[in-house]
Nanobody, 120 residues
């Protein structure tokens, strides 16, 4: 019922930057918290950053000072600005959003994932 469409992944050299976007669409919904997760090959999916509907943010220690999460509530879109990228940032990045449908039910929705590869 709620679809999350991601964009912005790709290949970048160490020290470079990427900006990921995730837009939510559907009918009769409101978005609460929005998050970015990532999953590297052979590893568990981990939370990278989260932002509340009011703009309060939290980050994993591994990305603090390098990544910034933001949102545009009018567009139901969340962004992840990634700077000073390292090879260990290589992963599939997933968008996640808590959606309140018809003002009654909150459900977590996931994007399809976008590949970020940091390599020379």
């Amino acid at each position: 019922q709620v679809q999350l469409v991601e964009s912005g992944g790709g290949l970048v050299q160490p020290g470079g930057s990427l900006r990921l976007s995730c837009a939510a669409s559907g009918r009769r919904f409101s978005i609460g918290h929005m998050r970015w997760y990532r999953q590297a090959p052979g590893k568990q999916r981990e939370l990278v950053a989260v932002i509340s509907s009011g703009g309060i943010t939290n980050y994993a220690d591994s990305v603090k000072g390098r990544f910034a999460i933001s949102r545009d509530n009018a567009k139901n879109t969340v962004y992840l600005q990634m700077n000073s990228l390292k090879p260990e940032d290589t992963a599939v990045y997933y968008c996640n959003a808590d959606a309140v449908l018809s003002g009654a039910t909150m459900t977590a929705y996931w994007g399809q994932g976008t590949q970020v590869t940091v390599s020379s």
